[in-house]
């Protein structure tokens, strides 16, 4: 991954200094700020392969291996995790910590499990024509979820990305990306990017803007 610009530095210092006494985000002993993003979408949608292609971009600097537990496909059972240290500052090691959820509609329990704690959203839509519904579903499932929490699909930082771009190429009929924004971002009106997860366009860029913007609103939280 290329380097995470001095924005998102400057904000991480602030928020250090606001956190420094809430124990649940900095963990003072071993100096430590926790950022958790959460990849959501429905199944199949390629929140796996958005985490897959991140962690085989800087694997070589790496300390921990993407954990990941699938079923017998290529399908998610619990999610995946991966914990990126994306610095140190002040003393502070900080480390984002990616996970994603199950797309699988019977695996609501645990993806509701993933979403405790959340501090950011990763929405991964599928630009297939035939996932239209399922998109909508899952979208309104991350907003009944976590309302769980006393959360707001409205308030959350959130990156919408349209995954699969690189299959109309192939004649695979997509939605336009003007359809998926109607669909799904016409109210919410967050960050959105065509990407693949395939070739990775884009991919950093999602992941980017979203330890940017959720930056920004632990910082306002804070204040
Ligand atoms: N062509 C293409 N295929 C993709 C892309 N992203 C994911 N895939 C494929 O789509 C399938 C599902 O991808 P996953 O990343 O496992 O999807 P997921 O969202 O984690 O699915 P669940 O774990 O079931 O929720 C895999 O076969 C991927 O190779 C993409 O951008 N382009
Ligand atoms: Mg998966």
Do not use: W
Request: net charge positive; hydrophobic share 40%.
């Amino acid at each position: 991954m290329s380097p995470i610009e001095p924005t998102v530095f400057y904000y991480l210092k602030i928020v250090i200094r606001k956190r420094k006494n809430t124990v649940a985000f900095v963990n003072l002993k071993k100096k430590e700020v926790q950022v958790k993003i959460v990849y959501y979408g429905p199944g199949r949608g390629g929140k796996t392969s958005n985490l897959e292609f991140i962690y085989n971009r800087i694997r070589h600097q790496m300390k921990n291996d993407l954990v990941t537990i699938k079923t017998h496909g290529d399908r998610t059972l619990f999610f995946d995790f991966l914990p990126l240290n994306i610095g140190t500052i002040k003393g502070y090691s900080i480390r984002t910590q990616l996970y994603t959820v199950p797309g699988q509609v019977k695996y609501n329990a645990t993806r509701r499990l993933v979403l405790r704690g959340v501090d950011g959203v990763v929405f991964v839509a599928d630009s297939m024509t035939v996932r239209r519904e399922k998109n909508i579903a899952s979208l309104k499932n991350l907003e009944e979820n976590l309302a769980a929490y006393q959360k707001d699909l409205y308030k959350i930082p959130l990156v919408l990305q349209y995954n699969k771009r690189d299959l109309g190429k192939k004649g695979v009929p997509l939605l336009s990306v003007e359809d998926l924004e109607n669909d799904l971002n016409a109210k919410l009106k967050a960050p959105s990017f065509a990407a693949s997860a395939m070739t990775g366009h884009a991919v950093a860029t999602t992941l980017k803007k979203a330890i940017q913007i959720t930056m920004v609103s632990l910082k306002r939280t804070l204040m």
